[in-house]
């Protein structure tokens, strides 16, 4: 059990030669296609796809949903303005617990029976789900969020809306696409509206998760509604047009009551950027730092392994390339790609159900945190990632690690390795092999490359998630690899 994690402090000094290792199990207190938000101005085939002949001071009004212009704040998404909702042609997928894999469709603009005659109950919660660009109903992460979302009971039970607003995020138009977040965000709020009035749906037991675009799609559904939805999960919000932007525009603490964001791809490559690093909930998790994912290829050597002619079957082969590939052209295998960094769905569905907690720990940035800085909780409490963030009471910027692979939730655990005043510098790597009453674990590498340079005195600490609680640590033994040499133990 993850909640169990740490409530221990084992401390091993192991009497070798020349090293002093620490394994220290987290302190705890006293108390997861395609989704991808893509911008480009160095990428020569992506430039067509931000092209944007809009003008400025462009306007257009649709029947039932409104105007909207693009003056400032909204001249966000290129000076676009949003695409027509018979193009857009937003779907409205109702799975309940009556009907949980033959979906109602329901309407905001006048099929009111669509709404009279619904299973949906107003005693559960709706947990509405919102796609990003390249997305649509049919993208292989929203079925498994559907199906973990109808799993919850008690307070918790669900009904599960899915908004498909596919043909508004289409490639290659991003800017068209970051533009109709507006647009649909209203359908969204006026569809929450009728349910409201027509249902009795109170605000406050509903809950916005979008990924990506879907993110400040939600900000924009909760503003129809003055503000009043319970929560929005805000999965990896797209960075382009958006960060730094007004708080208009884009999701922000004030959009809900509750607000908690994962942050997992914001790392820029080759000028492509997708998820935005910027603070944007009540809590926000940067996990493993937010960048990029373990197991994932980065996206400077993704793209770059694309555009210099690597195989997709190179792609398949990596612990990312579970999802969707249906590659096309290179475009769409770099689009899919890239997709597969973006895990937050994965960890977000994964958090709904598992026994593992996800713990995150407050701390000043990621460097610290993995310096082992952070590992005593605040008064204030540490904070859970994912579906159980709101019942948790870590607040602010919260970091944590997981595994590589799936179930990606793991326990935190920092190895410590002090080199004895005695050493000759030299380079190398450091790995350490741990064993516990629970099993052995082999071959750590504390120094997370092969040449580290090492010289005497050295503190060497490596954070990570393992699958399991190790236990009763026994002893561990520390082996140096040096640079180009045979490995050999340095007992
Ligand atoms: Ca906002």
């Not at 107003?122 to 660009?133: A, C, N």
């Not at 990506?212 to 805000?234: E, F, K, M, P």
């Not at 393992?466 to 520390?478: F, P, R, S």
């Amino acid at each position: 059990m993850c909640s169990k994690a740490g409530l221990y402090s084992v401390l091993i000094v192991l009497c070798v030669i020349f090293v002093d290792a620490h394994l220290v199990s987290i302190q705890q207190t006293s108390d997861e296609p395609l989704a991808i938000d893509t911008i480009s101005h160095v990428v020569p085939p992506m430039n067509r796809a931000m092209k944007s002949f809009a003008r400025a001071n462009a306007s257009v009004c649709y029947p039932v949903i409104g105007c909207f212009d693009n003056n400032d704040p909204y001249n966000n998404a290129a000076l676009e303005i949003p695409q027509a909702p018979e193009l857009i042609d937003t779907h409205f997928l109702l799975f309940t617990q009556e009907a949980p894999t033959d979906p109602e469709f329901l309407s905001y603009d006048g099929n009111d029976q669509s709404i009279a005659g619904s299973k949906l109950n107003p005693s559960r919660w709706l947990r509405i789900i919102v796609h990003g660009f390249v997305n649509n109903r049919n993208s292989i992460w929203i079925r498994p969020m559907v199906d973990e979302l109808l799993k919850l009971k008690n307070d918790e039970l669900s009904d599960v809306l899915v908004v498909d607003w596919g043909n508004g995020a289409k490639f290659p138009s991003y800017p068209n696409a970051a533009s109709n977040t507006r647009l649909v965000g209203k359908q969204i709020g006026l569809l929450l509206k009728k349910l409201h009035s027509m249902k009795g749906f109170a605000y406050d037991k509903i809950h916005c998760i979008g990924h990506s675009l879907g993110a400040h799609t939600c900000g924009i559904a909760s503003n129809t509604v003055d503000n009043q939805l319970a929560r929005i999960s805000g999965l990896d919000p797209a960075g382009p047009y958006f960060e730094g932007k007004n708080a208009l525009v884009r999701l922000d603490p004030t959009d809900a009551k509750f607000v908690d964001v994962l942050h997992t791809n914001t790392e820029i490559a080759f000028g492509l950027g997708l998820g935005s690093g910027e603070v944007s909930g009540h809590v926000d998790f940067y996990v493993n730092g937010g960048q990029n994912q373990p197991g994932c290829p980065s996206m400077t050597t993704l793209i770059g392994g694309l555009l210099g002619g690597q195989s997709e079957a190179t792609f398949e082969q990596s612990s990312c390339s579970h999802s969707e590939f249906n590659r096309r052209d290179c475009i769409n295998t770099i689009l899919l790609s890239m997709h597969k960094i973006g895990r937050a769905h994965g960890y977000f569905t994964e958090s709904i159900n598992s026994e593992c907690s996800y713990k995150a720990y407050p701390c000043s940035n990621y460097n610290s945190f993995m310096s082992g800085e952070c590992l005593v909780c605040p008064e204030s409490g540490c904070g859970q990632m994912g579906f159980h963030s709101i019942s948790s009471p870590g607040r602010g910027n919260m970091y944590l690690t997981t595994k590589s692979v799936s179930p990606f939730c793991g326990y935190h655990y920092l190895i410590e390795v002090t080199l004895d005043h005695n050493i000759a510098k030299t380079s190398g790597e450091i790995f350490v092999a741990i064993h516990s009453n629970y099993e052995m674990l082999a071959n750590v590498s504390v120094t997370s490359k092969s040449n580290a340079d090492i010289k005497a005195g050295d503190v060497f600490r490596h954070m990570f998630s393992y699958k399991a609680d190790l236990g009763q640590v026994d002893y561990a033994i520390v082996y140096f690899n040096k640079a180009k040499s045979c490995m050999y133990s340095i007992e």
